[in-house]
């Protein structure tokens, strides 16, 4: 499983000539702002462990950087997790009046146990709520970003289209901080589709922020 990891990493990466490679090894420089340098990763749509869907997230030296582990399709609970096991962000689907709502907030680390209790400590850092407005002229946008839970103006955007994997985080500016690109290739008989795609991630963002909003957006468009 690991072998197939990073010879998929390599034969990603490879074909990127455009993107810098990460210069320090495995999962430190990688789940943190990263020195000026443009972090890309490979995101396989799959859990390692056989029982659970998932996510398996890898560097271009074929670190394992990320992961998602869950015994249920459609959790309302998500927790990413670094290459070691550590959860560094919880993320957990709205509820008014115990309905589910199109917004996800996510936490800094674990938060403890969905189902003991609804009232939590922790307070979240980022709301995350899809685009429900069709007349809006702009068609391309699938998610606003605020900071915290009741910022009424929006940090980020998130435009294009998950479901074909091309789609970017957008600035205030209007600069791309991260975007998920599609991987049209075949190596070795393996084809990668839409389950296997690449995260870019521009220097001063947190990528590990960046993929937890592209699991936000995975329970978005399913």
Known sequence: MIFFLKSLSRSVHDQEHHHEPVAEAEAEVETRMNDGKCTSLTVWRKSLLISCNGFTVINSCGGLVYRVDNYIDRPEELILMDGSGKSILTIRRRKKLGVPVNSWFIYEGEVGNYCASNKLSKKPIWCVRKNMNILQPNHNVLAYVFR??????????????????????????????????????????VSYGVEVFVLNVEPGFDPGFAMGLLLILDQMFP
Do not use: P, Q
Request: glycine residues 12%.
């Open 148 to 189: 915290g839970s009741t910022d009424k103006r929006h940090s980020f955007v998130i435009e294009g289209s998950y479901t074909h994997r091309s789609c970017k985080v957008v600035g205030g500016s209007r600069e791309v901080l991260a975007e998920v690109t599609r991987k049209e290739a075949i190596v070795e008989g």
